[in-house]
C-alpha cells in the first residue's frame, strides 16, 4: 500500500475529514491531502511543529509499552476540530483531522480497521 493509496483511502472514509498527513517518527511530513476548498487553520509553520511535537509525544508514550502495551491511537478534541494521531508500523505517524460535526466514531473505527493486523508489515 502506498503513501499516496492510504491518504486516498482516507479522505474517502467521510465527507468530513479535512486533512491527512503521514510523517515520520522525527515529525517530518512525509506526503499531506487537504479536502478541496478546506482552508487549514494552522500555517505551514505551525503544522510542522505540531507534526514534531505528535511525534515526540509517541516515542515517550512508547516509553511506557512494556507495562500499559502498545498505544493504539490518540485522539485530541478541540473546539474547531477532532484530531487523530497514531502510529503505522512503528515508522511512521498517521494524523487525521475532521470537523466537529463529522462521525467521530466511525472515523476512528475505520482507521483501526485500516490498519490492523497485516496491513503495514511491509513497511
Given at each position: ?34 479536502r ?12 510542522k ?23 493504539q491511537?490518540?485522539?485530541a ?15 511512521y ?11 467521530t ?5 475505520h482507521m ?8 503495514t508489515?511491509?513497511?
Amino acid at each position: 500500500m502506498t503513501f499516496d493509496t492510504i491518504l486516498e483511502s482516507i479522505m474517502h472514509t467521510d465527507k468530513h475529514i479535512r486533512y491527512a498527513t503521514i510523517a515520520d517518527m522525527q515529525g517530518n511530513e512525509i506526503k499531506t491531502r487537504v479536502r478541496e476548498g478546506v482552508e487549514p487553520f494552522l500555517t505551514p509553520q505551525e503544522t510542522k511543529e505540531t507534526l514534531q511535537y505528535a511525534a515526540n509525544a509517541w516515542k515517550i508514550r512508547k516509553s511506557f509499552e512494556p507495562r500499559i502495551g502498545k498505544g493504539q491511537y490518540v485522539l485530541a478534541v478541540y473546539d474547531k476540530l477532532r484530531r487523530l494521531t497514531m502510529p503505522l508500523a512503528d515508522k511512521y505517524l498517521l494524523m487525521v483531522t475532521w470537523g466537529t460535526d463529522g462521525g467521530t466514531f466511525d472515523i476512528i473505527e475505520h482507521m483501526q480497521n485500516m490498519f490492523s493486523g497485516d496491513a503495514t508489515k511491509d513497511w
